[in-house]
């Protein structure tokens, strides 16, 4: 389920690949998608384990054995729940669970929504929350370079090999509308749609901006909460969710006039 990625440059698993990838970037990849049905995924998931990467599936057609296998060896996140993933289809007449009813099942799952409202309409963003709550479930917003801009042309992708999408309706699309193309929200759309949209309070929909995806990151050690001895990052808002001021390391660096 490729969906806006360049289709030239997907490719399978190998294992002479991405150790070769893994072995340059000096511990800089922290975390790594991948769809499970492609060959070698489980030994991929494995080595992914080994380096300390978060292994996650993500843009995947795969069923739910396929992500069973790749959870037993060491995908334990799935990347924009819902989006470009697998769910109930039909193999000659029999019903076969896809990659959201993995997640759903899976308790050691956590999962990434992309709470713009759009992405993740309103039911479903009810539903992920009564099923996995706000523990198990990290705000994302996948935004590319149009995010904060007005609508229009962008590309999406590096300056020499990209794609145009068109920024309407607040997304992007593919030029044909067939598809989102990545998003243009920012963080506070996320939890001010989550307290809306999303029925949810105010306390988790900022747990899920912040301490659950620190903690899927393996970074709640300094990052996600306020506590002694964490960096001094703060970011202050009123009621309707408008930025006011942001502090990082304990310096701010944003302050709305």
Request: aromatic share 6%; proline share 4%.
């Given at each position: 389920m490729a969906g806006a990625q360049d289709g030239c440059y997907l490719r399978d698993p190998e294992p002479a690949d991405y150790t070769d990838i893994i072995s340059r970037a000096d511990g800089?990849?922290?975390?790594?998608?991948?769809a499970p049905?492609?060959?070698?995924?489980?030994?991929?998931?494995?080595e992914l384990r080994r380096q300390g990467i978060l292994a996650a599936a993500g843009h995947t057609a795969a069923d739910f054995d396929q992500c069973d296998a790749a959870f037993r060896s060491g995908c334990t996140h799935l990347t924009h729940f819902f989006s470009c993933m697998s769910t109930v289809t039909r193999r000659h007449a029999h019903r076969i669970a896809g990659t959201v009813e993995y997640g759903y099942w899976q308790d050691g799952m956590t999962i990434e929504i992309i709470a713009d409202g759009i992405?993740?309409?309103q039911p479903l963003l009810w539903l992920v929350m009564k099923i996995k709550g706000a523990d198990r479930i990290a705000l994302v917003t996948d935004s590319m370079r149009a995010a904060g801009m007005p609508e229009g042309t962008y590309i999406l992708g590096g300056l020499s090999s990209?794609?145009?999408?068109?920024?309407?309706?607040?997304?992007?699309?593919?030029?044909?509308r067939s598809c989102f193309a990545g998003s243009v929200a920012t963080a506070d759309r996320l939890v001010r749609t989550m307290t809306t949209l999303g029925g949810c309070t105010l306390q988790d929909a900022v747990k899920m901006?912040?301490?659950?995806?620190?903690?899927?990151?393996?970074?709640?050690d300094h990052k996600g909460s306020l506590a002694?001895?964490?960096d001094a990052d703060v970011v202050i808002f009123d009621d309707n969710i408008d930025i006011q001021r942001t502090i990082i390391n304990g310096k701010t660096i944003y302050a709305k006039c």
């Amino acid at each position: 389920m490729a969906g806006a990625q360049d289709g030239c440059y997907l490719r399978d698993p190998e294992p002479a690949d991405y150790t070769d990838i893994i072995s340059r970037a000096d511990g800089l990849i922290k975390r790594w998608s991948f769809a499970p049905e492609l060959p070698g995924a489980p030994a991929f998931a494995a080595e992914l384990r080994r380096q300390g990467i978060l292994a996650a599936a993500g843009h995947t057609a795969a069923d739910f054995d396929q992500c069973d296998a790749a959870f037993r060896s060491g995908c334990t996140h799935l990347t924009h729940f819902f989006s470009c993933m697998s769910t109930v289809t039909r193999r000659h007449a029999h019903r076969i669970a896809g990659t959201v009813e993995y997640g759903y099942w899976q308790d050691g799952m956590t999962i990434e929504i992309i709470a713009d409202g759009i992405h993740v309409p309103q039911p479903l963003l009810w539903l992920v929350m009564k099923i996995k709550g706000a523990d198990r479930i990290a705000l994302v917003t996948d935004s590319m370079r149009a995010a904060g801009m007005p609508e229009g042309t962008y590309i999406l992708g590096g300056l020499s090999s990209h794609r145009e999408v068109i920024v309407e309706e607040g997304v992007a699309k593919m030029p044909d509308r067939s598809c989102f193309a990545g998003s243009v929200a920012t963080a506070d759309r996320l939890v001010r749609t989550m307290t809306t949209l999303g029925g949810c309070t105010l306390q988790d929909a900022v747990k899920m901006m912040t301490a659950t995806p620190a903690r899927i990151m393996h970074i709640d050690d300094h990052k996600g909460s306020l506590a002694v001895g964490k960096d001094a990052d703060v970011v202050i808002f009123d009621d309707n969710i408008d930025i006011q001021r942001t502090i990082i390391n304990g310096k701010t660096i944003y302050a709305k006039c």
